[in-house]
Nanobody, 123 residues
Framework: VQLQASGGGLVQAGGSLGLSCAAS????????VGWFRQAPGKDSEFVSA????????YYADSVEERFTISRDNSKNTVYLQMNNLKPEDTAVYYC?????????????????WGQGTQVTVSS
């Protein structure tokens, strides 16, 4: 499966952005999907994940209650709605997919990765 992340941009603190992760090649409904981010000079950080059915969602503490992950399997797309953005949310955001995830927050558990989309939050 090929993944394409989009929707990044520049926003002021307190603003919102919506990211999309569109799949091609195979139906995304077979895969769990996670979002990760990487800021300059920092390690990759887990942001959120969603099960293949959408019944289970997971969030990093730092984004809980501000970010919402969802999916529309009919559109082969997973979404990440980001509200009340903070300067510390600035990073390149990546989506990743896996047929089976043992640890939702571990990047090594995901088999397929899209290219990143830049999110910049100004103070």
């Amino acid at each position: 499966v090929q993944l394409q992340a989009s929707g990044g941009g520049l926003v002021q603190a307190g603003g919102s952005l919506g990211l999309s992760c569109a799949a091609s090649g195979r139906t995304l409904s077979r895969y769990a999907v996670g979002w990760f981010r990487q800021a300059p000079g920092k390690d990759s950080e887990f942001v959120s994940a969603i099960s293949w059915s959408g019944d289970s969602t997971y969030y990093a503490d730092s984004v809980e209650e501000r970010f919402t992950i969802s999916r529309d399997n009919s559109k082969n797309t997973v979404y990440l709605q980001m509200n009340n953005l903070k300067p510390e949310d600035t990073a390149v955001y990546y989506c990743a997919a896996a047929t089976y995830v043992r640890t939702w927050s571990a990047p090594v558990g995901y088999n397929y990765w899209g290219q990143g989309t830049q999110v910049t939050v100004s103070s």
